[in-house]
């Protein structure tokens, strides 16, 4: 029976790519020499460090535009609120990965909901859709690329 999956994965070595390109373009620009701005990378969070919120705003604008060039969808960004003191300001930017169960359960509502002739089904922190045929697995696809998800969507493990 032809299947697939829905996941919502990120390219660790891609974000790392992005942070370190986003911190050589804070060293490069004039705005930003001898602030102490920078980014630092750990796990799958970004922690963005300047003297005032202003930069923070725009180290934000950077590390989007860095994740974009790289192929990561900027939907996955969960930016925290900026903690800011007299000395310095920091603000947290997590990058969410997976699908949790609340995701999963309204993908696997959306697919039933289509009256496509395909069952969906939660395993673990990816969606498997199954059907009779190759043309109502696409057309679940396409349904799911259209539709206003709250995380990003990949396919995977395509099988006739």
Do not use: W, Y
């Amino acid at each position: 029976m032809p299947s697939f999956d829905v996941v919502s994965e990120l390219d660790a070595h891609e974000v790392t790519n992005a942070v370190d390109q986003a911190n050589r373009e804070l060293a490069q620009r004039f705005d930003f020499k001898d602030t102490g701005a920078r980014f630092a990378l750990e796990d799958l969070s970004v922690t963005m460090h300047a003297q005032v919120d202003f930069q923070l705003k725009q180290m934000l604008e950077i590390l989007k535009i860095r994740l974009a060039r790289r192929g990561i969808d900027i939907a996955c960004l969960e930016v925290k609120d900026a903690e800011v003191n007299l000395a310095a300001a920091r603000q947290q930017v997590v990058l969410r990965h997976g699908i949790d169960q609340d995701a999963g359960r309204k993908i696997a509502r959306l697919v039933k909901d289509s009256k496509l002739k395909v069952q969906a089904s939660i395993q673990g922190d990816k969606v498997r859709v199954q059907g009779k045929s190759k043309d109502d697995l696409q057309a679940a696809i396409q349904l799911l690329r259209k539709a206003e998800l709250a995380v990003p969507v990949q396919f995977e493990n395509f099988r006739d």
